[in-house]
């Protein structure tokens, strides 16, 4: 049997069963799933933004050579965070290798983990890139 002069143009139509139609069916149950979810991200986020106790700064320098306390903010400044105060007010003491380095942050941006290793990652020439805030002691 030979047929000539017949083609099919055009979008495929769904198949019964399709992820399409039982959405259709369903009344759009994905929507509702999806403003749930982003309802939970935004409140998430809403959570993790105010910077309670977190207390301003009074003077920046750069660093100029490295230490312990230019590789805890270089660690903090790489995932978008002024400094430990700051990362403390909104998510607490962050986890640290017994040597002391901060083993694992949360992104400011978006909250997702970064870990980092138990030896330096400051290399000498991302030092100058740190910034060291200065804060004024509260006298009572």
Known sequence: ??????????????????TFQR?????????????????????????????????KPTGLARAKHWSDAVEENFRLQRVGWRDIYEYESVHGEPKRW???????????Q???????????????KDVPKVKLYRYTSKKK
């Open 110 to 124: 978006t909250g997702y983990y970064t870990y980092w290793q138990n030896e330096r990652e400051c290399m000498d």
């Open 98 to 108: 017994p040597s002391g380095y901060i083993s694992c942050l949360r992104t400011k």
């Open 23 to 55: 959405r259709a069916k369903s009344g759009g149950a994905r929507k509702s799933e999806r403003e749930s979810k982003e309802e939970y991200y935004r409140e998430e986020k809403d959570a993790g933004t105010p910077e309670r106790d977190a207390p």
């Open 1 to 18: 049997m030979e047929v000539s002069g017949f083609a099919v143009t055009g979008v495929k139509a769904p198949v019964a069963g399709s």
